[in-house]
């Protein structure tokens, strides 16, 4: 085996695990990514659950006369 062919597969095996490296970061950030995505609309679905039981009866004994 000569020294080119052998430089060229390390060459070739750094790049895969760098590519391999790039994918396990970007897979990890699309999970902490639907992970955020669902604590938000979970803290959405909590806060306009709050704001109906306010709005029952809201204005009820309002005095609009003049």
């Not at 897979?27 to 938000?40: G, I, K």
Request: charged letters at 10%; a neutral charge; zero cysteines.
């Amino acid at each position: 085996m000569d020294v080119g062919a052998l430089a060229s597969a390390f060459v070739g095996a750094k790049t895969a695990q760098v590519q391999l490296a790039v994918a396990a970061k970007m897979m990890r950030m699309n999970a902490d990514s639907q992970a955020a995505v669902a604590q938000l609309l979970e803290s959405a679905q909590r806060s306009g659950a709050q704001l109906a039981a306010a709005a029952n009866g809201l204005g009820a004994n309002l005095d609009i006369s003049v």
